[in-house]
């Protein structure tokens, strides 16, 4: 039994297991199905700091947190440490719980624009960054990294100022991806360096990310690192039950019971109708199949199940397609 609260600043969380900010997935019906199965913070997607600093976009919904779903924090891209520091501002003030600053997206679009991933060769962008927000907003403010910009000895140096003045600058949570922007997404994300921080720098939250596939991968990745959390991303997406299976290992009650395959099929569909919700039918569909391979994977005819779903074209014929296969009469 291991079971201990966290805090990140003023907020507690009941486990150190958290949903990543996921551009393009994280919107409110992900955050809100990984809420219920027991993740205890979510983030947006990446947004830009421009959104939050024109008053007519940031009124549309899908920048906006819904009541139901608190703790839930803004992540902010910027290429102006004030700006970044002002669109946190009006991020809070229209409800979110805590602020991430983005220095880690590897997107080429963000790197030619020197925002993102590219700010990791530039660690005094990024002290500044943070102290600016931490003077405009009383929440907790978070920083999401790389373990560098690339694989070089100035890139490392870098990334160890970075870490050096994140802990004597008091930040409140430092997310690591274990691996470089020039990288991507590509090869394993390399935990030793994750882990590193934490020995060197014991006072500094540091939460890993990277190939957190299962439940088993997030339970061991969090007990052989030392590190004080662990954030799940591809391995959330059409999949919160992972978060539930993560509690029952981390508390040693054992790996929760696998959801029927009715269960799947009706979140799958109430996933949908929420995504329907905030989407025309034909934005949706496609929108939905993004989710699909997740979901699928529980599914005993997995293969068969996802070229089903990916060839469904109507919202009716989605519909159907799922109450077939998950046998939902
Ligand atoms: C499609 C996709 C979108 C992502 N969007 C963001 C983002 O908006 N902000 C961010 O900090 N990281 C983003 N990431 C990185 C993830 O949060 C995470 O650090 C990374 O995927 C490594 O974890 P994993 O190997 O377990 O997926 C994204 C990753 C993917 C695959």
């Not at 608190?70 to 669109?87: E, I, K, T």
């Not at 220095?103 to 080429?108: E, I």
């Not at 050096?164 to 470089?180: C, P, S």
């Not at 439940?215 to 991303?233: Q, W």
Request: hydrophobic content about 40%; some cysteine.
């Amino acid at each position: 039994m291991q079971e201990k609260a966290i805090k990140i600043g003023n907020i507690e969380l009941n486990m150190p297991f958290i949903q990543a900010p996921l551009a393009g997935y994280t919107d409110y019906p992900m955050r809100i199905l990984a809420k219920r199965f027991g993740c205890p913070l979510t983030f947006t997607g990446v947004m830009l700091d421009k959104i939050a600093l024109h008053p007519k976009i940031l009124r549309k919904k899908e920048f906006r947190p819904h009541e139901d779903e608190h703790p839930v924090a803004a992540q902010v891209l910027g290429d102006n440490p004030q700006m970044m520091a002002d669109a946190a501002e009006q991020f809070v003030q229209i409800g979110y719980d805590l602020i991430d600053l983005n220095f880690a997206c590897p997107a080429p679009k963000v790197l030619r624009r020197a925002r993102g991933g590219h700010l990791m060769q530039q660690p005094g962008f990024i002290r500044e960054a943070f102290l600016r927000t931490r003077e405009k907003v009383r929440c907790p403010v978070c920083m999401k990294i790389r373990i560098g910009f690339d694989a070089s000895e100035a890139s490392e140096a870098d990334f160890w100022t970075i870490c050096e003045n994140a802990a004597a600058d008091g930040v409140d949570l430092l997310a690591i991806h274990g691996r470089t922007v020039q990288q991507k997404y590509r090869g394993k994300a390399d935990w030793t360096r994750i882990a590193q921080v934490k020995k060197r720098f014991g006072q500094l939250k540091v939460f890993g990310s990277g190939d957190i596939m299962d439940a088993g991968t997030a339970v061991s990745r969090l007990n052989e690192s030392g590190v004080d959390g662990i954030i799940v991303a591809r391995g959330a997406v059409g999949n919160p039950w992972i978060f539930a299976e993560i509690r029952g290992l981390w508390q040693g009650t054992g790996l929760a019971q696998e959801p029927s395959l009715e269960e799947q099929g009706h979140l799958m569909l109430e996933h949908l109708e929420m995504i329907l919700a905030d989407r025309r039918w034909q934005k949706a569909i496609p929108y939905f199949r993004k989710f699909a391979a997740g979901y699928c994977r529980r599914h005993p005819e997995r293969k068969k199940t996802l070229l089903a779903i990916m060839a469904a074209k109507t919202e009716a014929e989605l519909i159907t397609v799922i109450k077939n296969t998950y046998g939902l009469h």
